[in-house]
């Protein structure tokens, strides 16, 4: 049987408790899993692709068979390269839903030889997202429970 490699990209700035949610799900479904965290300089992350592969590492230390690295090319290319052949997303709403067909459709398109596998995730953290995060800690209000504490301690820090 062909290995399953899975590549899970964001920009997982930071990650959430959801992000892992589908990490550890994926992990049941997949041979290995790599995370794959976007450098997306356009969308001016609060953290640096260093920071975000640390907290990424220490909050998935305890799952095996998974890889964190960055990259800063076109997704299907990075995923030709780590000769994975799914891409996991994350589903939390409807409207994530629109977003993603779009890009699979798209991929799919350019690279009929890669799957996208879509997850929803766990109903507990269909409302979360690392821009809501930010915007809590910004504001100085609580954050703690929707991230580890790995990540909890370098928000904090951020602000």
């Known amino acids: 049987m062909k290995n399953r490699i899975a590549v899970y990209p964001g ?29 997306s300089p356009v969308k001016e992350p609060l953290f640096t692709v260093d920071e975000r592969i640390k ?4 909050a998935a230390r305890k ?29 939390r709403v409807i409207s994530d839903f629109e977003y993603e067909f779009q890009m699979a459709l798209t991929n799919r398109k350019l690279a009929p030889d890669i799957e996208t596998a879509f997850m929803m995730t766990a109903e507990g953290y269909s409302y979360l997202s690392s821009r809501f995060i930010k915007e809590i800690a910004r504001l100085g209000g609580r954050f703690d429970c929707f991230v580890p504490p790995n990540v909890a301690k370098m928000v904090k820090e951020k602000f």
Do not use: Q, W
């Open 63 to 91: 799952y095996k068979n998974i890889k964190v690295e960055s990259f800063d090319c076109l997704l299907i290319d990075y995923v030709r390269k780590k000769k994975a052949n799914i891409i996991l997303r994350g589903l």
């Open 11 to 39: 920009t997982f700035d930071p990650i959430t408790n959801g992000h892992l949610d589908v990490i550890e799900r994926g992990l049941k479904l997949f041979d290995g899993l790599i995370v794959a965290i976007a450098e």
């Open 55 to 58: 907290m990424v590492k220490d």
